[in-house]
Each structure stands twice: as structure tokens, then as C-alpha cells.
């Protein structure tokens, strides 16, 4: 969870006033920061997770290689089987997503 801390830049003397901007300011960020609905939402952000994985693997891969001792072989090859199957499951989805696509596009009406 990240959480984000904005410097006040001006006071404001009501406290009531003040109560209702910070309530309007973490509406907004909650609209702003909310993923998309539906299936292409949920797409995009399983999407980002698999490739934040084999981002997350391939610069252990590389500490592993320039030898840093904070970084342990163990650690690097469980990233890299994480990210490799969920490389597979994406995958296999859009193999799953190209045939509905296929069935449906052979259907007769």
C-alpha cells in the first residue's frame, strides 16, 4: 500500500472547511487511483503484476550476476519461477480469448 503525504501550502481557519477539502482531496485520489471495472480492468492490472514480476526477476538476475551479497540465489530463483508462471497463465488466457474469439466469429446467426 502506498501511501502519500502532501504538504499543506496555505491554512485554513475554519476547521470545518478544512474537514470538508480533506474529505473532497481523498475522494479524489481514491477516484484517481481506483482501477477500471470489468474484464479489461482486471486484464490490464494482471497484466502489470506479470510484467512487475519479470522486471522483479530480472534485476535480482542481475544483483545474483554482479555478485551482491545481499541478494541470495534462493531468493532470485523463486522471483524467477513466479514470474514465470505467471508468464504461462497469461499465456494460456490468451490462447483461451483467441479461441472464444474464434468460436464466436464462426457462429452462424
Known sequence: MDLRLSPVSSPISNPYAAK???ALKSKA???A???EA???GALKGALKSVSAAQNQATDLQREVQME???VSLEE???A???AQIGFQATLHVRNRMVQAYSDIMNMQV
Open 20 to 22: 470538508i477539502g480533506a
Open 29 to 31: 485520489e481514491q477516484v
Open 33 to 35: 487511483d481506483a482501477p
Open 38 to 40: 470489468g474484464f479489461s
Open 68 to 70: 551482491n551479497p545481499s
Open 76 to 78: 532470485t530463483m523463486v
Open 80 to 82: 524467477i519461477q513466479k
